[in-house]
Structures are given as structure tokens and as C-alpha cells.
């Protein structure tokens, strides 16, 4: 049976934003957050500490984490790829830190210019560091279906980053379709290559939406059980080292599938599709813009 509750790790101020070429104002990104936290969101990836250098678009983190009035129950997250990230990050008080690697070497290489291996012995003094210092450690690991540089992933190499994730203290890993690839038996076979090392509620779903097949990805994850999803408002988003990947299945869009289902998350799907129309105002685009197929049939995108 499906999980009764999922919860949804709102990641359009992070990854939504990051790929954005014209600079997002600092201020647009806080009330980004805090109109998402108005829809119900409960737990929001809010930035990334990277080099400024490989991602201009997120060199303000620590300023929108020091904008954000905190709602009670929301958890804010922030990527750290290495210890530089953390020392920063620490000081904005995250709750919950994410360490990315991937299961395909060529784009660890692009992504965070290290090998898989180089990039868990970065990550290993992360963890210990933020887990000293009570702060949960999520781990994303990027192109678990499909690489654009090595094409097919097979599942035995997410299960080999899952299991190097679990061995230095990393507390739950989303599995990624960054290129958004995936159909549902491969993104179940990925899965479960994660579920052989985390319990499921542990592993959650992060499906970007390049070939349309999110929402039957989320789905698929669902009749495993998982029940936690990374999702974009208004769709937004893409990766920097993976050309043409477009953003995140849609926030609205799988608020409407759970809602339907009959599944409790907690959102208002109006405020959380007039968030997206904020959002996608203040970039300058149109009503037409937005990614999601719910938004703009309740035509308040
Ligand atoms: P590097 O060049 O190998 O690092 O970059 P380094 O340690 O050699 O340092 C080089 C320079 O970067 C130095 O500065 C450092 O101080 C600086 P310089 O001396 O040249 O002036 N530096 C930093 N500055 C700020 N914050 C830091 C930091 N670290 C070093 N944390 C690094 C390694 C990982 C930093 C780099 O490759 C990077 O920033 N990559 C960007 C990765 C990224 O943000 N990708 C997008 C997010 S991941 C994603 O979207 C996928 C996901 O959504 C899941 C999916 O869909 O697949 C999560
Ligand atoms: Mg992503």
C-alpha cells in the first residue's frame, strides 16, 4: 500500500535558482522561502555553500540564511561539498546539511571536480563535524539512472555510493535523476539499490522532469514506500553540469497526484501555486512560464 503521509523537501530556492543566469536578489530569495513555508512546506533547501566561482547565482547563502524569519516545525537545509562549505554553513545555523556526490565518475569529476572516492574522503570530515554538532547529514547522489557523460547507470553503482554514504555517518541519501531520464522500473531498480543500505525512511526521490516522466517516477518510488520527494515550485530549476536538464518535477504537480491519491502533505496548493507565480514574476517571465501542468490549469501560476 502507499505511504498515508509524504513529505516534500521544497528545493526551488536552491536548485530551482542555481542554474538562474540573471542574478536573483537576495531579497526575492527570502520571500521566496517564506512564502513557502506560508503553503506548508516543512522542510526547504534553502542555498549552497560551493565556490562562488563554479555558481555565482547562490554567493549570497549566508545573507538569505541570516533573511529568513524561521517558522516553527520548518527544517532549512544547505549543500556543503566540503569542509570550506561547512565552516561557512555552521554559522548560519542550518538544520540539516547535504553532502552531493554521484554514482557516475565523469560527473563527480564536472560536478565537484573529484573522483567518487576523492569526494567521500571530502565528505567524511563533513559529516563527523556537523553530526558533532547535532545537525542531520542528508547525502544526494546525482545521476543514479543516466549520466550525460556516461549515459546508463547501473544500479550497482548506486548501491556502492549508498554503502560508502552509510560508512562515514551520512543519514539518508536521495537518489537523483538529475537528468531526468529515468522511467519508473529504472528509477525502482535504483532505489532499492539505495533501500539495500538506509531503511525507507531514509531514501527519498529527487526526479528532475527533462523527458516528462517525474510524476510517474514519484509514483513508482511510492509503491516501494518512499515517501519523501525533493520537488521544485513552479518547476524550476536544472544543474549547471548537466546541459540541457531541465528542473525538478513540479512542487504543484505532486501535490496534486498525493492530494488525489488521497495522501496528507500538509500544503495549500493555491499559496504554494501563488508561490510559484511570485517566483516566476520576479525572473521576468510570463504566467505561462511555469514548468508545472497543475499550476497552470488552476491558472494561478
Ligand atoms: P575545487 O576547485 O576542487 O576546490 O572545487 P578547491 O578546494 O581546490 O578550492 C578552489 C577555490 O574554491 C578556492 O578559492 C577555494 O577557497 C574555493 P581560490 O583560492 O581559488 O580563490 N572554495 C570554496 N569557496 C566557497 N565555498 C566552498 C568552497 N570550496 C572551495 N565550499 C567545489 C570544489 C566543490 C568547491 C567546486 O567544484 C564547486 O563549488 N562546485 C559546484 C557544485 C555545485 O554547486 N553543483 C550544483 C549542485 S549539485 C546538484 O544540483 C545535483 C543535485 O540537485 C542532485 C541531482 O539532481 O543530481 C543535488
Ligand atoms: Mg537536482
Same mark, same amino acid.
Given at each position: 500500500?502507499? #505511504?498515508?503521509?509524504?513529505?516534500?523537501?521544497?528545493?526551488?530556492?536552491?536548485?530551482?535558482?542555481?542554474?538562474?543566469?540573471?542574478?536573483?536578489?537576495?531579497?526575492?530569495? !527570502?520571500?521566496?522561502?517564506?512564502?513557502?513555508?506560508?503553503?506548508?512546506?516543512?522542510?526547504?533547501?534553502?542555498?549552497? $555553500?560551493?565556490?562562488?566561482?563554479?555558481?555565482?547565482?547562490?554567493?549570497?547563502?549566508?545573507?538569505?540564511?541570516?533573511?529568513?524569519?524561521?517558522? #516553527?516545525?520548518?527544517?532549512?537545509?544547505?549543500?556543503?561539498?566540503?569542509?570550506?562549505?561547512?565552516?561557512?554553513?555552521?554559522?548560519?545555523?542550518?538544520?540539516?546539511?547535504?553532502? $552531493?556526490?554521484?554514482?557516475?565518475?565523469?560527473?563527480?569529476?564536472?560536478?565537484?571536480?573529484?573522483?567518487?572516492?576523492?569526494?567521500?574522503?571530502?565528505?567524511?570530515?563533513?559529516?563527523?563535524?556537523?553530526?558533532?554538532?547535532?545537525?542531520?547529514?542528508?547525502?544526494?547522489?546525482? %545521476?543514479?539512472?543516466?549520466?550525460?557523460?556516461?549515459?546508463?547507470?547501473?544500479?550497482?553503482?548506486?548501491?556502492?555510493?549508498?554503502?560508502?554514504?552509510?560508512? !562515514?555517518?551520512?543519514?539518508?541519501?536521495?537518489?537523483?535523476?538529475?537528468?531526468?531520464?529515468?522511467?519508473?522500473?529504472?528509477?525502482?531498480?535504483?532505489?532499492?539499490?539505495?533501500?539495500?543500505?538506509?531503511?525507507?525512511?531514509?531514501?527519498?526521490?529527487? $526526479?528532475?522532469?527533462?523527458?516528462?516522466?517525474?510524476?510517474?517516477?514519484?509514483?513508482?518510488?511510492?509503491?516501494?514506500?518512499?515517501?519523501?520527494?525533493?520537488?521544485?515550485?513552479?518547476?524550476?530549476?536544472? %544543474?549547471?553540469?548537466?546541459?540541457?536538464?531541465?528542473?525538478?518535477?513540479?512542487?504543484?504537480?505532486?501535490?496534486?497526484?498525493?492530494?488525489?491519491?488521497?495522501?496528507?502533505?500538509?500544503?495549500?496548493?493555491?499559496?504554494?501555486?501563488?508561490?510559484?507565480?511570485?517566483?516566476?514574476?520576479?525572473?521576468?517571465?510570463?504566467?505561462?512560464?511555469?514548468?508545472?501542468?497543475?499550476?497552470?490549469?488552476?491558472?494561478?501560476?
Amino acid at each position: 500500500s502507499l #505511504p498515508a503521509k509524504v513529505t516534500l523537501v521544497e528545493v526551488g530556492p536552491r536548485d530551482g535558482l542555481q542554474n538562474e543566469k540573471q542574478p536573483v536578489p537576495t531579497a526575492t530569495k !527570502i520571500e521566496l522561502v517564506h512564502r513557502l513555508q506560508a503553503a506548508g512546506l516543512r522542510e526547504i533547501e534553502v542555498t549552497s $555553500f560551493v565556490s562562488p566561482k563554479w555558481v555565482p547565482q547562490m554567493a549570497d547563502n549566508a545573507e538569505v540564511m541570516a533573511g529568513i524569519t524561521r517558522a #516553527p516545525g520548518v527544517r532549512y537545509s544547505v549543500l556543503t561539498p566540503n569542509l570550506k562549505g561547512w565552516e561557512a554553513a555552521a554559522l548560519t545555523r542550518p538544520d540539516e546539511i547535504v553532502v $552531493f556526490g554521484a554514482a557516475s565518475e565523469a560527473f563527480s569529476q564536472k560536478n565537484i571536480n573529484c573522483s567518487i572516492a576523492e569526494s567521500i574522503e571530502r565528505f567524511a570530515p563533513v559529516v563527523a563535524a556537523a553530526r558533532a554538532a547535532g545537525v542531520k547529514v542528508r547525502g544526494a547522489i546525482s %545521476c543514479t539512472v543516466g549520466c550525460p557523460y556516461e549515459g546508463d547507470i547501473a544500479p550497482e553503482r548506486v548501491g556502492l555510493v549508498a554503502r560508502l554514504m552509510k560508512e !562515514i555517518g551520512v543519514q539518508h541519501v536521495g537518489v537523483a535523476d538529475t537528468i531526468g531520464v529515468g522511467t519508473p522500473r529504472k528509477v525502482q531498480r535504483a532505489l532499492e539499490a539505495a533501500l539495500a543500505h538506509y531503511p525507507l525512511e531514509e531514501v527519498s526521490g529527487h $526526479f528532475h522532469d527533462t523527458y516528462g516522466m517525474a510524476v510517474g517516477n514519484v509514483y513508482a518510488a511510492l509503491e516501494l514506500g518512499i515517501a519523501t520527494f525533493d520537488t521544485s515550485v513552479s518547476g524550476l530549476g536544472g %544543474c549547471p553540469y548537466a546541459k540541457g536538464a531541465t528542473g525538478n518535477v513540479a512542487t504543484e504537480d505532486v501535490v496534486w497526484l498525493l492530494h488525489g491519491l488521497g495522501i496528507e502533505t500538509g500544503i495549500d496548493l493555491d499559496a504554494l501555486s501563488d508561490a510559484g507565480g511570485f517566483i516566476r514574476a520576479a525572473l521576468g517571465q510570463g504566467r505561462d512560464a511555469t514548468a508545472s501542468r497543475v499550476a497552470r490549469a488552476i491558472g494561478a501560476n
